[in-house]
């Protein structure tokens, strides 16, 4: 039986992967939601943090100091998310994954995972809205990465990887309070190219 972060990390990257292979090579330097990537430099961070989470799901450590060029370095990077995506389900799956404190975070291994499934749902957003692709998160994760975003937020802004909350009316959808919640406004758009 799997547990409920593998099974939600299924839905994740089942809905991220279209929009990664959406993604043309002519738009690897446009802007994107997350002002410090551009879309090639945020693929990486994402084909990153997908590699370094199957260690972590195993209570091992990540490096997170740098970032390698895996978009850079691989003809098919595509694939290679495909293929990544598939090992970090696997290693969330395993027995016990979620049990304990993770040595390379010192947290609870749930709220690692929770990290990894947010960061798989957020980051095909920001892609998708980067490239002007069509994007639906995995519905059923939204409940879990609202509940586990507003207890982590605090600390993910004095971190700096959350910027301050944006503002979004009473009776926002989940998904846009999840975006908010990060810092991101669920409106952005790229500027219009002239």
């Known amino acids: 039986m799997t547990n409920e972060i593998s099974g939600l990390l299924v839905g994740a990257a089942r809905e991220a992967r279209p929009v990664v292979h959406g993604v043309r090579e002519d738009q690897l330097s446009d802007p994107t939601p997350c002002s410090e990537y551009d879309v090639k430099a945020l693929l990486n961070h ?53 049990e304990g404190t993770s040595q390379g975070m010192g947290l609870p291994q749930t709220t690692v995972g929770g990290m990894v499934l947010g960061d798989l749902t957020v980051h095909a957003w920001d892609l998708a809205r ?50 908010a919640l990060s810092g991101r406004d669920p409106g952005w758009r790229p500027a219009v190219k002239h």
């Open 46 to 98: 994402l084909l990153h943090v997908v590699v370094s989470f199957q260690a972590l799901a195993a209570k091992g450590t990540a490096d997170f100091a740098t970032t390698p060029d895996r978009v850079g370095e691989s003809s098919d990077w595509r694939a290679l998310f495909d293929d990544e995506t598939e090992r970090l389900v696997t290693a969330w799956s395993a027995p016990g994954a979620l």
């Open 130 to 179: 980067a490239t002007g692709q069509d994007f639906t998160p995995y519905e059923p994760s939204l409940p879990t990465l609202v509940e586990g975003w507003r207890q982590l937020a605090p600390t993910g802004r004095k971190m700096g990887v959350f910027g301050e909350p944006f503002p979004v009316p009473e009776g926002a959808s989940p998904f846009d309070e999840l975006l």
